[in-house]
């Protein structure tokens, strides 16, 4: 064998051959070591990181001389390193780019604060910290240690995006990294810097002045379109950080048009989509994308679809892996849904998020006053749509009219909307749905009118299209003939 040619040889498991002690060059004590599980052995360290459930399924290796790394088992699954040490909450956590930082960290902090690594470096730190979103959320300050250089700085500032005002960033002013603060003999100092981390704050303030480039450049349109054009024609389509809210009676149909907008957002884009249909099983949900995609209304009993087709249809909708179904088992306090939704958006990455719908949140908050309940919701809704950049489509129900209910096709208008005046106030789009269910006609009593009843964007409102429900293939499908509308 070479002599240039480093070997690793991984350590034993095993807890009674495991190797702890001091790391003296680094000003690492056997203590820290030992709370950490990092193994020493002659010129190598080793790294354990583990599972949810704290088993130990992957290791990084570190040959001291050569600094050179490698990793064995399956480090993508496992958690951050040495975040199965602590349990979520409380005031600080601090996240560190490398094993060795968070050890000389969490030994210059006292050992009194949970301290963890990102697993892959700069380059993987916002994957990293996705991964663990709900754990790191859990504490009130989010305390980001990058190293000192370029690619620390930015992943310092991309991990801090995920958190907003509960990130701080130390800024070190000495050395690279906190494990060269420690083995220099200046801890003093990374404490002060570390207590001295900012808030972060995001760029936004910008002068007037500045804005020509911007001003002068074409409006970019929406990324994915309505399934149906008559709505496009008013609205201009589905854009991002904007909340729509799709409002009708009891029973008219509300939740098969979000299916059919979740459809077709699916086939038209490569984003992951959220799905919280409060009212029905993921089982329903799913069954009725599925329905979507092959043209059977899966639902009912008797459909006849042989497994092929069943499982192509499962394998083309849910199969992408881009759609996340919220399981709610009863728990849809709004403290639940606003987290899932973040976590939706900031975690998983889903641009587009249906919630359907909103009395069942406000029918479970404690505070007794319906339209105090609404106000909350709708605020921390709207807020969380401005903060994540995601499109919110929102289902909301309407008070009954005086005369001709809407089961019988009344119109919709903003004054309907159930509870408080914030629905309307603080969503950008509302869609009005009518229909009049107790119909003679087969085709009225199937047909939903689309009314858009305010429009942030554009301006433009009104009746805008209808859509015939077909009982055969459970589709909802434009009408493109006005005449009579």
């Given at each position: 064998?070479?002599?240039?040619?480093?070997?690793?040889?991984?350590?034993?498991?095993?807890?009674?051959?495991?190797?702890?002690?001091?790391?003296?060059d680094?000003?690492?004590?056997?203590?820290?070591?030992?709370?950490?599980?990092?193994?020493?052995?002659?010129d190598?360290?080793?790294?354990?990181?583990?599972?949810?459930?704290?088993?130990?399924?992957?290791?990084?290796?570190?040959?001291?001389?050569?600094?050179?790394?490698?990793?064995?088992?399956?480090?993508?699954?496992?958690?951050?390193?040495?975040?199965?040490?602590?349990?979520?909450?409380?005031?600080?956590?601090?996240?560190?780019?490398?094993?060795?930082?968070?050890?000389?960290?969490?030994?210059?902090?006292?050992?009194?604060?949970?301290?963890?690594?990102?697993?892959?470096?700069?380059?993987?730190?916002?994957?990293?910290?996705?991964?663990?979103?709900?754990?790191?959320?859990?504490?009130?300050?989010?305390?980001?240690?990058?190293?000192?250089?370029?690619?620390?700085?930015?992943?310092?500032?991309?991990?801090?995006?995920?958190?907003?005002?509960?990130?701080?960033?130390?800024?070190?002013?000495?050395?690279?990294?906190?494990g060269?603060?420690?083995?220099?003999?200046?801890?003093?100092?990374?404490?002060?810097?570390?207590?001295?981390?900012?808030?972060?704050?995001?760029?936004?303030?910008?002068?007037?002045?500045?804005?020509?480039e911007?001003?002068?450049?074409p409006i970019e349109?929406?990324?994915?379109?309505?399934?149906?054009?008559?709505?496009?024609?008013?609205?201009?389509?589905?854009?991002?950080?904007?909340l729509?809210?799709?409002?009708?009676?009891?029973?008219?149909?509300?939740?098969?048009?979000?299916?059919?907008?979740?459809?077709?957002?699916?086939?038209?884009?490569?984003?992951?989509?959220?799905?919280?249909?409060?009212?029905?099983?993921?089982?329903?949900?799913?069954?009725?994308?599925?329905?979507?995609?092959?043209?059977?209304?899966?639902?009912?009993?008797?459909?006849?679809?042989?497994?092929?087709?069943?499982?192509?249809?499962?394998?083309?909708?849910?199969?992408?892996?881009?759609?996340?179904?919220?399981?709610?088992?009863?728990?849809?306090?709004?403290?639940?849904?606003v987290?899932?939704?973040?976590?939706?958006?900031?975690?998983?990455?889903?641009?587009?998020?249906?919630?359907?719908?909103?009395?069942?949140?406000?029918?479970?908050?404690?505070?007794?006053?319906e339209?105090?309940?609404?106000?909350?919701?709708?605020?921390?809704?709207?807020?969380?749509?401005?903060?994540?950049?995601?499109?919110?489509?929102?289902?909301?129900?309407?008070?009954?009219?005086?005369?001709?209910?809407?089961?019988?096709?009344?119109?919709?208008?903003?004054?309907?909307?159930?509870?408080?005046?914030?629905?309307?106030?603080?969503?950008?789009?509302?869609?009005?749905?009518?229909?009049?269910?107790?119909?003679?006609?087969?085709?009225?009593?199937?047909?939903?009118?689309?009314?858009?009843?305010?429009?942030?964007?554009?301006?433009?409102?009104?009746?805008?299209?209808?859509?015939?429900?077909?009982?055969?293939?459970?589709?909802?499908?434009?009408?493109?003939?006005?005449?009579?509308?």
């Amino acid at each position: 064998m070479q002599d240039n040619v480093t070997v690793f040889k991984p350590m034993t498991i095993n807890n009674n051959n495991k190797v702890y002690q001091s790391i003296p060059d680094r000003g690492l004590s056997m203590a820290t070591c030992k709370f950490y599980d990092v193994q020493v052995n002659n010129d190598q360290h080793t790294y354990p990181y583990m599972d949810a459930s704290g088993v130990e399924i992957a290791h990084k290796y570190r040959v001291v001389s050569t600094k050179q790394f490698r990793s064995d088992g399956n480090i993508k699954q496992a958690l951050l390193f040495g975040q199965h040490l602590f349990s979520g909450g409380g005031r600080f956590v601090t996240i560190t780019e490398g094993e060795l930082d968070a050890l000389a960290a969490y030994q210059m902090t006292g050992s009194k604060y949970p301290v963890v690594s990102i697993k892959t470096g700069a380059q993987g730190a916002v994957k990293d910290c996705k991964a663990s979103y709900e754990w790191l959320d859990t504490f009130e300050n989010i305390i980001i240690s990058f190293d000192n250089d370029a690619p620390g700085k930015q992943a310092s500032k991309d991990v801090a995006e995920l958190f907003g005002s509960k990130a701080k960033i130390v800024t070190l002013s000495k050395y690279k990294d906190a494990g060269d603060y420690l083995s220099k003999g200046d801890s003093k100092l990374y404490i002060e810097q570390w207590w001295a981390a900012e808030r972060f704050v995001p760029d936004g303030i910008i002068p007037g002045s500045t804005l020509w480039e911007t001003i002068n450049t074409p409006i970019e349109r929406a990324k994915v379109m309505y399934p149906w054009s008559g709505l496009n024609d008013l609205t201009y389509g589905i854009r991002k950080s904007e909340l729509v809210t799709v409002t009708a009676g009891s029973g008219l149909g509300k939740s098969q048009v979000l299916r059919e907008i979740v459809h077709h957002i699916l086939m038209e884009t490569k984003d992951n989509i959220g799905l919280m249909f409060l009212e029905e099983t993921v089982a329903r949900t799913a069954r009725s994308i599925m329905s979507i995609h092959c043209n059977k209304p899966l639902h009912i009993p008797d459909v006849d679809i042989d497994e092929k087709e069943m499982r192509d249809a499962f394998e083309e909708t849910l199969g992408t892996d881009r759609l996340y179904l919220f399981d709610h088992f009863g728990s849809t306090n709004i403290d639940n849904i606003v987290n899932r939704v973040k976590y939706m958006a900031k975690a998983l990455d889903c641009q587009y998020v249906f919630l359907d719908h909103l009395s069942i949140i406000v029918s479970s908050q404690e505070n007794g006053d319906e339209r105090k309940a609404i106000d909350e919701v709708m605020t921390r809704l709207r807020m969380l749509v401005q903060e994540t950049g995601i499109s919110l489509i929102l289902v909301s129900h309407l008070r009954r009219p005086e005369g001709k209910g809407h089961e019988e096709g009344a119109s919709t208008s903003l004054a309907q909307l159930r509870g408080s005046a914030s629905i309307a106030q603080l969503s950008d789009m509302v869609l009005g749905l009518e229909r009049s269910a107790q119909a003679q006609d087969v085709v009225e009593r199937n047909t939903t009118k689309i009314r858009v009843l305010k429009n942030r964007f554009s301006g433009l409102t009104g009746e805008c299209c209808r859509l015939l429900y077909t009982h055969d293939t459970g589709r909802l499908t434009e009408i493109v003939d006005l005449e009579g509308f």
